[in-house]
């Protein structure tokens, strides 16, 4: 079953402007997780925020959670080409957090 | 080091064969797990295991079935291919959840190809 829906679906910005990606979930949830995923590749982390934070910074990522809301958002500030990817939340369920399920993506284009 | 590495990188096949993805972790996780990604991007949570045992089998055909030999390994085979299981699939491990799953670390994917 699927917990997260990311909003937009894809996403097309010039270098240095800021990209802004929305994720809406459906169940109560432990933490929150963006992940990139480079055109070919594998998953790769970004950042975790945690139930009972409300913000959270890493670099260029600011990333927010309204657990009344069930949402996320995620920043990137002053984007580079590469940027370029295809950007994933995912929750896990708040009980045994056994797995992470993720929403169908947004797919930033970052052109110079 | 590569931290998950799956083998192989493309597998293309004929229908009716049977195939298997090997998966390996040098992390020291105890979580390991399959992802279906289809043609769309979207990602299906396959299954979980928490130190060889499994702890989550979704609707997933019987024809799927995982082994997991040790905790670092954790291949998947799959009888009898159909069109529709081509897909890239994904493993990825993690720490044990602990208020939550952990950051998970994924392997570069195979690309099946069932023609």
């Known amino acids: 079953s699927q917990q997260g829906e990311e909003d937009p679906q894809a996403l097309s910005i010039q270098e240095g402007e800021n990209a802004t990606m929305n994720c809406s979930y459906k169940?109560?949830?432990?933490?929150l997780q963006w992940y990139r995923q480079n055109s070919g590749r594998g998953l790769v982390h970004l950042i975790l925020?945690?139930?009972?934070?409300r913000e959270k910074h890493s670099g260029r990522l600011r990333v927010t959670l309204d657990t009344s809301k069930k949402s996320s958002s995620l920043l990137i500030t002053a984007s580079r080409a590469a940027d370029t990817a295809s950007y994933f939340c995912?929750?896990?369920?708040?009980?045994?957090?056994?797995?992470?399920?993720f929403g169908k993506g947004t797919t930033l284009s970052v052109s110079s | 080091d590569t931290a998950v590495s799956q083998t192989p990188k493309y597998l293309v096949t004929q229908m009716g064969n049977d195939k298997s993805i090997k998966c390996e972790q040098n992390?020291?996780?105890?979580?390991m797990y399959w992802y279906k990604q289809d043609s769309k991007k979207f990602l299906k949570i396959m299954f979980s295991?928490?130190?060889?045992?499994?702890?989550i089998n979704e609707t997933v055909p019987n024809r799927f079935s995982p082994k997991s030999p040790d905790k670092a390994h954790l291949n998947l085979h799959i009888n009898s291919l159909e069109l529709g299981d081509s897909a890239v699939y994904f493993c990825a491990s993690s720490r044990v959840p602990v208020q939550g799953v952990a950051e998970a670390f994924f392997g570069q994917g195979t690309r099946l190809t069932v023609v």
């Open positions: 925020i945690r139930s009972n934070e």
């Open positions: 295991y928490n130190n060889k045992e499994l702890i």
């Open positions: 995912a929750t896990d369920f708040n009980q045994a957090g056994t797995a992470l399920i």
């Open positions: 169940t109560s949830i432990n933490n």
């Open positions: 992390l020291g996780h105890d979580t």
